[in-house]
């Protein structure tokens, strides 16, 4: 017997946590993603008047490139709508309208904009306040660093490093140790471009030089340490990289656009195909600190969202191969203590053996499904992956 009627109702469930929470988001019911993050800044526009810029991104929210658009009008407070751009499956229309085909694009008034530099110069161009140093010479320094950023083969070095090998066939023979040294020669020319003007960013302000940089920089330090044992952080070698990552890591804007490092793991791993080192799962190497905030969104958005969780659950997990009746409530129950977990602590379980291996299933498939930022913030991801590691542990 379930004992669902001593837990609360998902409304109610809902209400406590959202007047917790300032997190923003929409339900989008039998489309994917069910559940999208809104602009911060969307309240700032009166009733009748439509955001200034239309995004077209991609549905997991994985892509680096649409992330430094999201985080640019983020820091500027620009309220903006999102199309979502399902890439394994691109509409005809997105392909008739970018040439490239690629996201992200941006739709400002009646002109398309594509290629993530070229949106930010846009933006830049159109809007206040300025993202790039009000010195002229530091200016030049700025607009000549993002021309050159992607040419710099930062990325590529990175990733070439992370796979052990080319992406390119001349280069075949090329062994571990040569990628690397070509990767810390990039790292080396970033700790000197970081030293060049005081402060810990890029130039002498937060500027788009650091947006640019900010997407491969931050998956690097959260996929190398798992996949190839090679720290960023904390890292000696690197000390102004250390304090550009403390830097971009307090800003408000930056903790709405990131990604947790757990999802940027198994993101690396399902779209590249590595596996984790032997020592080095994909996992937090302690408990994290959660604060109550983290956690009040996590229970929200699975207060908001559970009828598209459940059913996600039930298609995708491989739970309906247990022989078990009432999958579905049982689920319920679960998701709701979980829920009840992250808003007030209290931890329960059933005795029912079937019950207890649905719960667990259902928990450990959540663990690694969640996806930060698509779902919920990084912060309150890592408060979910807490909550849920904690129930799954009272289980048996
Ligand atoms: N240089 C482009 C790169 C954009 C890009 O590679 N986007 C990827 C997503 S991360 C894409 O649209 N991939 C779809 C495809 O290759 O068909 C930019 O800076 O905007």
Partial sequence: MLVSESLSSWENLLKVAKENTSSQWILRPNQSPSSAPISSHLQNLNEDEKPPI??????????????RIWFALEELKIPFEVEFIDLGNKPKWYLEMIPTGLVPAVKIGDEIIYESKDILLAIEAKFEPSLLPKDPEEKKVALAEIEACEQKGLGTAGYEFMQGKSFSKEKKDVSSSD???????????????????????????????????????????????????????GNDRYPNLNLWFEAIEQRPAYGIIRSDSITKNLVLREVFGLQPLKNAEIRVSSTPEVTESQRMEAAAKLSANHKAIIADIIKNSGIKTI?????????????????????????????????????????AYLRNRVCSPRDMTADAAIAFRSGIDRLIASIY
């Fill in 323 to 363: 022989k078990a009746e009432n999958i579905e409530a049982t689920i319920d129950f679960y998701l709701r203590l979980l829920a009840e977990y992250l808003i007030n602590g209290a931890i329960a379980t059933t005795k029912d053996p079937s019950q207890k291996a649905i719960g667990a299933v259902a928990l």
């Fill in 54 to 67: 239309l995004l077209y991104r991609d549905t997991n929210h994985w892509c680096p490139f649409c992330e």
């Fill in 179 to 233: 990628f690397q040294a070509v990767f810390e020669t990039k790292l080396n020319e970033i700790e000197t471009l970081l030293a060049k003007y005081p402060g810990p960013y890029f130039m002498s302000d937060f500027s788009l030089v650091d947006i640019m940089y900010s997407p491969s920089l931050s998956r690097f330090a959260a996929n190398l340490p798992v996949f190839r044992g090679y720290d960023l952080r």
